[in-house]
């Protein structure tokens, strides 16, 4: 298995552009996960789903941000319009429901940078 | 709200020594506990996990020991290698979310030979 796959790896657009982050899961998880990492707060979650579904989206900062889940393998994360202040390391999980530690499996990240 | 919290940003340790990695949460409702390590340009990596019933999980050279009393965790990795060196993330979740993870901002451990 290839592991959770995050696209792009590195992002770097101009304030007020709209980007968009993308996940695919591990084939068979059925919980995806984003996740946001400054130095300030560490690692935050930001949204979930579970079979697609969004689950909980209270970490979401603002309106400006927005995630879909359009099928099983595959995800997006979308900001716009980006900010400075959303530059951060930002991080898709997925899990299985009876995994016995369902510890996540992490994508690799995409360091995002708004100038 | 930090709920998690690793107060420790660093630590640096010789090699064979052990290596004690501390965290304190304040949501006496999580139930499950997990550390994560973390190399640079790279995800989180799942080590270990202890369940709010037990007061001890070991693996290999790591163990995590839970005091819910004082809402306590700590990892142990005993002997430490080169080769641990990373940030440790302490993670805790509360039962029934999902598996939703509150994180600590992560200890960067820095193992000297």
């Known amino acids: 298995d290839a592991g959770v796959i995050q696209s792009p790896r590195h992002e770097v657009t101009e304030m007020g552009q709209e980007v968009t982050l993308r996940c695919k899961p591990i084939s068979g998880h059925d919980y995806l996960f984003w996740y946001r990492q400054t130095m300030m707060r560490g690692l935050e979650l930001l949204i979930y789903f579970n079979n697609n579904v969004p689950i909980d989206d209270s970490g979401m900062p603002e309106d400006r941000f927005s995630a879909k889940m359009p099928n099983a393998s595959f995800s997006t994360l979308k900001i716009q319009p980006s900010e400075p202040r959303d530059s951060a390391v930002y991080f898709c999980?997925?899990?299985?429901?009876?995994?016995?530690?369902?510890?996540?499996?992490f994508g690799s990240g995409t360091r995002l940078t708004v100038v | 709200d930090q709920q998690v919290k690793q107060n420790s940003p660093s630590l640096s340790v010789q090699e064979g020594r052990i290596s004690i990695l501390n965290c304190d949460y304040t949501n006496s409702m999580f139930d499950y506990f997990l550390w994560y390590k973390k190399y640079p340009a790279e995800g989180p990596t799942f080590l270990i996990s202890?369940?709010?019933?037990?007061d001890k999980n070991e693996d290999g050279r790591f163990t995590v020991f839970l005091n819910k009393s004082a809402k306590h965790l700590s990892l142990h990795i005993v002997p430490s290698q080169p080769g641990d060196s990373a940030v440790y993330f302490c993670?805790?979740?509360?039962?029934?979310?999902?598996?939703?993870?509150?994180f600590g901002k992560g200890t960067s451990l820095l193992v000297t030979p």
């Open positions: 993670a805790a979740s509360v039962p029934n979310s999902g598996y939703a993870l509150n």
């Open positions: 999980a997925s899990s299985f429901t009876t995994g016995t530690d369902y510890g996540y499996t």
């Open positions: 202890i369940s709010s019933i037990k």
